[in-house]
């Protein structure tokens, strides 16, 4: 559901902004977001109806892969466990957008930095797609995903290839950066739950 409300919450951001934004290759952008917010509706539709659910492993179903079976069944349980808990799947959507215009207006700083010059609604239109591309398990972290999204949405809008590759690196980077603190949390959290369980 994290997952699944994160990837909702970049087509909300990037959706409010694309009509702000005067950017080159709007038909492209308006089809993936079209494409993810389908994606999302669907995942919308299994958690609130069983039918829906139904739906989508009958679906599932007709595809002669058995692993696809197994996954497609445990995945609609996951989600179908957060179907009576709108207040925290609310809460947690307003937090995943925050969390968008952050690294958005972060990726912003860092263009500035180094002197591109794009505006920032422009920022706002694709950061959130290049977000959702370095998530996809690729590539370790994104690496070299991100760079290529980077490169595809920005170098287009008239940012020079060089300082594009450069922010990537640095978005990446600060992204890692980011993380080191929960990953600390979760290691020392580990720690604790197995000396309890040795108890």
């Not at 087509?11 to 993936?32: D, H, K, S």
């Not at 990537?168 to 980077?173: A, D, E, K």
Request: glycine fraction near 8%.
């Amino acid at each position: 559901m994290d997952r699944a409300l994160g990837v909702l919450s970049v087509v909300i951001v990037a959706a409010v902004a694309l009509p702000f934004a005067t950017v080159n290759g709007r038909g492209e952008l308006v089809a993936i977001l079209a494409v993810v917010a389908a994606v999302c509706a669907v995942a919308a539709a299994v958690v609130f109806s069983e039918r829906a659910a139904d739906v989508v492993r009958a679906t599932a179903a007709r595809i002669p892969i058995p692993l696809l079976h197994k996954v497609t069944a445990a995945l609609t349980a996951a989600v179908r466990a957060y179907a009576h808990h709108h207040g925290a799947l609310l809460r947690v959507l307003v937090e995943s957008i925050l969390v968008q215009i952050f690294r958005v207006v972060q990726a912003w700083c860092l263009g500035q930095a180094l002197g591109i010059g794009l505006s920032l609604t422009t920022y706002f239109a694709f950061i959130p797609l290049i977000v959702f591309i370095m998530q996809i398990p690729i590539t370790p972290n994104g690496l070299g995903t991100t760079q290529v999204a980077f490169d595809r949405f920005l170098v287009p809008q008239g940012a020079a290839p060089p300082q594009v590759f450069a922010l990537s690196v640095l978005f990446l980077g600060l992204g890692i950066l980011g993380s080191l603190p929960g990953g600390v949390l979760y290691a020392f959290s580990g720690k604790g739950v197995a000396r309890e369980v040795t108890r």
